[in-house]
């Protein structure tokens, strides 16, 4: 019989990994004893063990390793699970080539021109919204500050109670032929009522998002930022851009917190 520590020695393991094995039902020692709860393993069992390690570095989870080693090893499954896995790494492979890109081409920002970005630049998906909404559409940008504060004012005033908190206010902006099309909601399970539409904001697979602080005034430096992050990493819009108005209550805006979403897609 062998020790724990020398069957961790020998199988380059460590007695945190063995215990946690044994836990799952992987890989129990053939001995514990009843006063100590000391483990000592069979050498016969440094077999499973490789077999253990060898799946494991191959990113197989504990799952499946059970799975593959309680129905033995069929050429069949084993070559099914690692076309899985194959299809896992590559997609892990492209991950990390589109960050490493990102690093160096942050990197070469701040070394060129000593400069970083105002305001953070993320990728993420969204989510459908379903809004209780009014639909405006304005000739020119500078008209859109008087547009969306009495819209959401008056999907509040419509709705009332039954939107509770009215905790999720979305704009969306969408350029057509007769000048900006401006959305303006709430999140909203409830029924249609006379005054309001129900819009469904599709869900977005990808968008690149960013955190914009204080002032409206302000807002179009940090959408600069945006679209300019879009360039840079290869992307093309992929639908109307939305404002998530996380905060919106002092009227100086100074604590204003609202995030800019823009749908995109690979070019």
Not at 48 to 74: E, M, P, Y
Not at 212 to 217: A, D, N, Y
């Amino acid at each position: 019989m062998l020790s724990i520590g020398a069957f961790a020695q020998i199988g380059q393991v460590t007695h945190r990994m063995l215990r946690h094995w044994d836990t799952a039902g992987l890989l129990e020692p053939a001995h514990v004893d009843e006063f100590s709860g000391y483990r000592s393993y069979d050498p016969s069992q440094l077999d499973r063990l490789h077999r253990i390690v060898a799946l494991r570095q191959l990113g197989f989870g504990l799952d499946d390793i059970a799975s593959i080693l309680d129905q033995g090893v069929d050429a069949a499954r084993i070559a099914a699970l690692l076309r899985i896995r194959r299809a896992e790494v590559e997609q892990e492979h492209r991950t990390a080539a589109a960050r490493l890109v990102d690093v160096e081409r942050r990197l070469h920002l701040i070394e060129r021109e000593n400069h970083m970005s105002t305001i953070e630049i993320i990728e993420k998906p969204l989510p459908a919204v379903r809004l209780a909404a009014i639909r405006t559409v304005v000739a020119e940008q500078p008209e859109v500050a008087a547009v969306v504060g009495p819209s959401f004012d008056a999907i509040a005033e419509i709705i009332g109670d039954e939107c509770g908190s009215l905790t999720t206010p979305i704009a969306q902006y969408e350029t057509i032929d007769d000048g900006l099309e401006v959305t303006v909601g709430y999140a909203y399970n409830g029924g249609s009522r006379e005054g309001m539409e129900i819009i469904e904001l599709p869900a977005a697979g990808a968008a690149v998002c960013g955190i914009h602080l204080g002032s409206m005034e302000s807002i179009a430096e940090s959408w600069h930022a945006i679209h300019t992050e879009i360039l840079a990493r290869g992307l093309v819009h992929a639908g109307p851009c939305r404002e998530l108005y996380v905060r919106a209550e002092s009227d100086d805006q100074a604590d204003w917190v609202t995030e800019l979403q823009q749908p995109v897609r690979r070019a």
